[in-house]
């Protein structure tokens, strides 16, 4: 038997992977974080906000859709696989079946990022099946354990499904006022599915912050505001489907915004608000409200982009929710106690500085510099920092790598 470094390299390799093979945020988390990291640094710093093989498709739209749908699928993939099986007490899916959903995730990456249009049919259907593959597991977990708990989750990645599909039909028959409904729906979607995880996390998160020994629940938020969010999106979607005036359909986008804006209202909790668990998951919902009420008044005739809006609401909304949903289930999932470290925490800052810098333009404020550079540097920065802080406990090789403080 060898036990030379080629053979310790080998062992110390199949037990990595064996560790990412446990759950899926061990795998999708550090995919997710470094394909929010280098894609949008990449597509500025080098593509110059072009990308590589695209022929007649806008680098935009590809730029939308790989953030939406790669960045963001990534960690819907890894909070499904983990989360769902927790709720329902049931096993989580391990080993293959964890690299067979990232090899097609994978595929649709390939695709996406050098915006290869001859095979983007291959891209499409990947895509398109990694997110019909959770619709389906869903479902079977909800038969086989008699609970609608997770409906909700199946309604909305079925309906993020249908808006891919729609956006990249658009590409594919090269009408792009359809490709970009298709994927901004899309986006619009994954607020839905924020505002569903939210709603779950938010209760547990906050009651242990407040009760760290798990004895009590002085936490209850109000019954009937849990679903209010997704709800109005869900409403302000079909309004934008179903071709509404700008004034009508500003004002849904616009009450789907305060819908999330009274979210940030279950943050106050007292001095314990200003634990970072509590204003991460406070600022998702505040950067996605306020993008939200900023789009819809774009619509109804303020001065700046209705996509300085989809800025915030995407970028901030989405970027923050998906990190503080790394942060804290990254600690839970690895046996570890609520408490973010420094690192974690000037990231999770680095990402809402680089949301500012990105649309500060957009309302007239003139920064020295290369703005769009220095975001993308933030943005990226803030993603590495997480992972390098997170790695050791998800690899399996060691908690933190560096103090933790509330």
């Not at 809006?309 to 970028?315: N, Q, T």
Request: hydrophobic share 55%.
């Amino acid at each position: 038997m060898s036990c030379g470094p080629t053979a310790h390299r080998r062992t110390l390799t199949s037990g990595l992977w064996a560790t990412l093979s446990e759950e899926g945020f061990r795998l999708f988390f550090p995919v997710a974080a470094l394909y929010a990291a280098f894609y949008p640094l990449l597509w500025i710093l080098a593509f110059g906000l072009g990308v590589p093989l695209a022929e007649t498709v806008p680098p935009s739209l590809w730029h939308a859709h790989e953030m939406i749908v790669g960045a963001f699928g990534a960690a819907l993939i890894g909070f499904i696989t983990t989360a769902a099986p927790e709720w329902t007490d049931t096993e989580p899916p391990r080993g293959a079946w964890l690299w067979r959903l990232l090899a097609l995730w994978s595929v649709g990456r390939g695709v996406g990022f050098l915006g290869w249009e001859d095979i983007g049919l291959i891209g499409a259907l990947a895509d398109a099946l990694w997110m019909v593959g959770l619709v389906g597991w869903l479902v079977h977990l909800s038969l086989q354990r008699r609970t609608d708990q997770l409906l909700p989750f199946v309604f909305w990645l079925a309906l993020l499904a249908i808006c891919t599909a729609v956006g990249r039909f658009g590409f594919h028959v090269d009408s792009f006022e359809l490709a970009s409904k298709g994927i901004y729906l899309a986006g619009f979607a994954f607020l839905g599915l924020l505002g569903l995880a939210l709603s779950r996390i938010t209760v547990p998160v906050t009651n242990l912050v407040l009760d760290p020994s798990e004895e009590t629940s002085p936490f209850r938020p109000h019954p009937g505001r849990l679903h209010l969010a997704p709800g109005l999106v869900f409403v302000a979607m079909m309004g934008e489907a179903a071709g509404l005036s700008d004034a009508v359909s500003g004002f849904l986008w616009c009450a789907a915004g305060a819908a999330f804006m009274d979210r940030v209202a279950e943050g106050f909790i007292g001095r314990e608000a200003l634990r970072a668990e509590i204003l991460m998951l406070a600022g998702s919902s505040a950067l996605a409200g306020g993008g939200l009420i900023l789009f819809g008044a774009a619509r109804l005739g303020a001065f700046w982009s209705e996509v300085s809006g989809l800025h915030v609401a995407f970028m901030g909304g989405l970027g923050v929710g998906t990190y503080a949903v790394f942060a804290i289930a990254g600690l839970l999932h690895t046996d570890q106690p609520l408490g973010l470290s420094i690192r974690t925490r000037f990231g999770a800052n680095c990402l809402v500085a680089a949301v500012a810098l990105r649309v500060a333009p957009d309302f007239g404020v003139d920064l020295p510099g290369p703005m769009y550079a220095v975001a993308s540097l933030l943005w990226t920065a803030g993603f590495l920092l997480w992972l390098v802080a997170y790695w050791p406990a998800i690899s399996g090789r060691g908690n933190l790598g560096d103090d933790v403080s509330a």
